[in-house]
T-cell receptor, first 112, second 117 residues
């Protein structure tokens, strides 16, 4: 089976740091993705991890531990525009590329 | 085209009618996905096409749902005898094919908002 867990909601203050966790149990693994989705809009790609460790991209970083089935997305210097849902997705290799399975998303509210 | 295109952007239909939703993926992308998103919920996987392989239909909620992908490009999701619980945003995404372990993120269309009345 496949299961991807994230907290449903989080609240943080403008300028602060927030960490959004994701745990997964999948039959296979070929990469983990984080997406951002603003209300009423399509998801947009944020980050990708396939090896253990931290990937940094500006204010956003993503970490992966394959042995623990765990990832987190770290957002620094929060801005009001970061209020959105953050979706964790795992590529489960089936065939040549594999399906992309999403968690239910974490709704982040950034307060002044 | 430059991005994934979906049509129509909005569709209101009467309960019991059939609807067709269209997705034009990014040119050259071999993988195509359909997801459903109800208000405030996550992305529910529906179906996945990869090249000429048999599609993964494991996410289709009932036999009223079907999808085709013609010529490895355009895809149509068909919902027969629509029910009110089918109301949701239907999102299509596509991704390219690369070697294992290389980034193959999916790019999403803007979705079709389906309302069954």
């Amino acid at each position: 089976g496949q299961n991807i867990d994230q907290p449903t909601e989080m609240t943080a203050t403008e300028g602060a740091i927030v960490q959004i966790n994701c745990t997964y149990q999948t039959s296979g693994f070929n990469g983990l993705f984080w997406y951002q989705q603003h209300a009423g809009e399509a998801p947009t790609f944020l980050s990708y991890n396939v090896l253990d460790g931290l990937e940094e991209k500006g204010r956003f970083s993503s970490f992966l531990s394959r042995s623990k089935g765990y990832s987190y997305l770290l957002l620094k210097e929060l801005q009001m525009k970061d209020s959105a849902s953050y979706l964790c997705a795992v590529r489960d290799p089936g065939g040549s590329q594999g399906n992309l399975i999403f968690g239910k998303g974490t709704k982040l509210s950034v307060k002044p | 085209g430059a991005g994934v295109s979906q049509s129509p952007s909005n569709k209101v239909t009467e309960k019991g009618k059939d609807v067709e939703l269209r997705c034009d993926p990014i040119s050259g992308h071999t993988a195509l996905y359909w997801y459903r998103q109800s208000l405030g919920q996550g992305l529910e996987f529906l179906i996945y096409f990869q090249g000429n392989s048999a599609p993964d239909k494991s996410g289709l909620p009932s036999d009223r749902f079907s999808a085709e992908r013609t010529g490895g490009s355009v895809s149509t999701l068909t919902i027969q005898r629509t029910q009110q619980e089918d109301s949701a945003v239907y999102l299509c995404a596509s991704s390219t094919r690369r070697g294992r372990g290389l980034r193959t993120e999916a790019f999403f269309g803007q979705g079709t908002r389906l309302t069954v009345v």
